[in-house]
């Protein structure tokens, strides 16, 4: 059994590639190489750059300058003394080869890289679609809960006045 599965993986990578057309990189980590190629000497899949090290997905919130994107995302920071998390941004300048030409307000995958320029260090690897497209609810369901808590806060507090 596990022979057979074995050799149906393999028949599918080939087919996917003959089907794109081009001699795309395989980079790891389940990573599916753009349908475009490009010229890019730093593009991992048809370019010289390796990617190693760590992974990370976040939205691209400036893609103006040259074959170069600002990603950011959100992470949980823990507090000790008050025994809660606090919100903190990780802002970051990334690659942006042509064959992917990621747009503001799209999510990304992004891999590490040897370092590309002074601030560079991560390439973009894959595109998973707009913000709107994947995380909509949530945006529009969180300032609901905030304004939730604040009605919530005063209403009790009267109550215990009106107790006392
Ligand atoms: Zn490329």
């Given at each position: 059994?596990?022979?057979?599965k074995?050799?149906?993986?393999?028949e599918?990578?080939?087919k996917g590639?003959?089907?794109?057309?081009s001699?795309?990189k395989?980079?790891?980590l389940?990573?599916?190489?753009?349908?475009?190629?490009?010229?890019?000497s730093?593009?991992?899949?048809?370019?010289?750059?390796?990617?190693?090290?760590?992974t990370?997905?976040?939205?691209?919130?400036?893609s103006?300058?040259?074959?170069?994107?600002?990603?950011?995302?959100?992470?949980?920071?823990?507090?000790?003394k008050?025994g809660?998390y606090?919100?903190?941004?990780?802002?970051?300048?990334?690659?942006?080869?042509p064959?992917?030409?990621a747009?503001?307000?799209?999510?990304v995958?992004?891999?590490?890289?040897?370092?590309?320029?002074?601030?560079?260090?991560?390439?973009?690897?894959?595109k998973?679609?707009?913000?709107?497209?994947?995380?909509?609810?949530?945006?529009?369901?969180r300032?609901?809960?905030?304004?939730?808590?604040?009605k919530?806060?005063?209403?009790?507090?009267?109550?215990?006045?009106?107790?006392?």
């Amino acid at each position: 059994m596990k022979l057979e599965k074995k050799t149906e993986t393999k028949e599918k990578a080939k087919k996917g590639a003959e089907a794109k057309g081009s001699p795309a990189k395989n980079i790891g980590l389940g990573m599916v190489a753009p349908s475009e190629s490009c010229s890019d000497s730093k593009c991992p899949f048809h370019g010289d750059t390796k990617v190693r090290g760590r992974t990370f997905t976040g939205i691209v919130t400036r893609s103006k300058s040259q074959k170069t994107a600002t990603v950011s995302w959100e992470r949980m920071y823990y507090l000790p003394k008050y025994g809660r998390y606090e919100r903190r941004k990780t802002k970051i300048q990334v690659h942006n080869p042509p064959c992917i030409n990621a747009a503001e307000g799209e999510i990304v995958n992004i891999m590490e890289c040897r370092p590309l320029s002074k601030t560079k260090h991560f390439i973009i690897v894959q595109k998973l679609g707009k913000k709107e497209e994947i995380r909509g609810e949530d945006a529009t369901a969180r300032p609901e809960e905030k304004k939730d808590h604040r009605k919530e806060e005063p209403k009790k507090e009267g109550k215990e006045k009106k107790n006392e």
